[in-house]
């Protein structure tokens, strides 16, 4: 089922209120919050059957009126992108959104995309950005120092790589022996320098 749920804790007791539907279900990881601002930003996936589309792409949720608008759609004018089990994060130092693995969704077996993503919220524009390694679907990410993305596996990705957001260069700084971790996620503890990663399993491919 599709929808959106707030967490409310009331005189002592915490409950579950139900809030307007979602467009979609498929929403990828992770919904982000703009600081300082009662706005949620989420990307949802591209799925070529029309029994699963539902305007999918990139959508703002405002907190204070319980409604969600599509700000940009996936289409061939957005850079010729159609997303699917891909993972997204706030890039808070340009205030986009940096979009990263999965596959092409508009075609049947689509292949994985060879690239990252940059959606520019302030111009509602993608840009491709060059990266060394194929990552596949279901990867974890998180920036950490303001332009370092940690990208963890992706069922075509034995690696955590760093990414540097600024020169667009990226490093390989440690293998997995298992091949093709995915639904994984990370936490950054930036008061110790610490990242943390729970559960995930292999997908050989």
């Known amino acids: 089922s599709t929808g959106v749920f707030v967490l409310c804790r009331q005189f002592g007791s915490m409950s579950w209120t139900n809030l307007k539907a979602c467009p979609t279900q498929f929403i990828r990881p992770q919904p982000f919050k ?6 949620c930003y989420y990307t949802t996936s591209y799925y070529k059957s029309t029994q699963y589309q539902n305007a999918p792409g990139i959508y703002l949720y405002y ?7 599509n700000v940009k759609k996936y ?12 993972a997204s994060i706030y890039y808070r130092e340009k205030h986009s959104i940096v979009c990263i693995g999965g596959c092409d969704g508009s075609r049947a077996n689509g292949s994985f995309y060879k690239h990252l993503m940059l959606y520019n919220i302030r111009s509602q524009t993608f840009r491709k950005l060059p ?11 998180v ?15 034995d690696y955590h790589i760093l990414y540097n957001l600024q020169s667009n260069n990226s490093y390989n ?18 008061k110790t320098n610490i990242l943390y990663m729970f559960g995930g399993c292999s997908n050989k491919i």
Do not use: Q, W
């Open 34 to 39: 703009i600081p300082d601002v009662d706005l």
């Open 63 to 69: 907190v204070a009126l319980d409604s969600h608008k």
């Open 75 to 86: 289409s061939f004018a957005s850079g010729n992108y159609f997303p699917r089990s891909n």
């Open 131 to 141: 990266i060394n390694e194929t990552i596949g679907g279901n990867p974890a990410a």
């Open 143 to 157: 920036i950490t120092n303001k332009h370092l993305l940690h990208i963890i596996c992706g069922t075509a990705n």
């Open 173 to 190: 700084i440690h293998s997995f022996e298992a091949r093709g971790r995915r639904e994984h996620a990370l936490i950054y503890n930036e």
